[in-house]
């Protein structure tokens, strides 16, 4: 399944995992991912992101900048906890 979102600046997802492989592609603007326990990642166009399944993860827009980001998903989503301020900030 694909779906392609938009995020305002600053938005970004919940802590979540997949059941399968998830490919972010991004087209336009900035974002940020982080896999649990390892630090946040900066997202720009052209870099295409495979997140394997099974790990969880979150993934937005920049703080200053919009995101559009096509989301290929393998099987369903488990959503975790909102993602605090000081995670979104690479703390």
């Known amino acids: 399944r694909s ?3 938009q995020y305002a600046a600053g938005a970004r997802s919940y802590w979540h995992a997949h059941d399968g492989a998830q490919i972010l592609l991004l087209e336009q603007g900035r974002g940020r991912m982080q896999i649990k326990g390892q630090p946040m990642r900066e997202l720009r166009p052209g870099e295409p992101v495979v997140l ?3 790990v969880m993860h979150w ?3 920049a ?4 995101l559009v ?3 290929v998903n393998v ?3 488990t959503w975790g906890a909102a993602v605090t301020d000081q995670e979104y900030a690479g703390r």
Do not use: L
Not at 63 to 66: K, S
């Open 63 to 66: 703080p200053d900048q919009g």
């Open 59 to 61: 993934h937005g827009a």
């Open 52 to 54: 394997p399944g099974g």
């Open 69 to 71: 980001q096509i989301a």
């Open 75 to 77: 099987g369903g989503a």
């Open 3 to 5: 779906v392609r979102f």
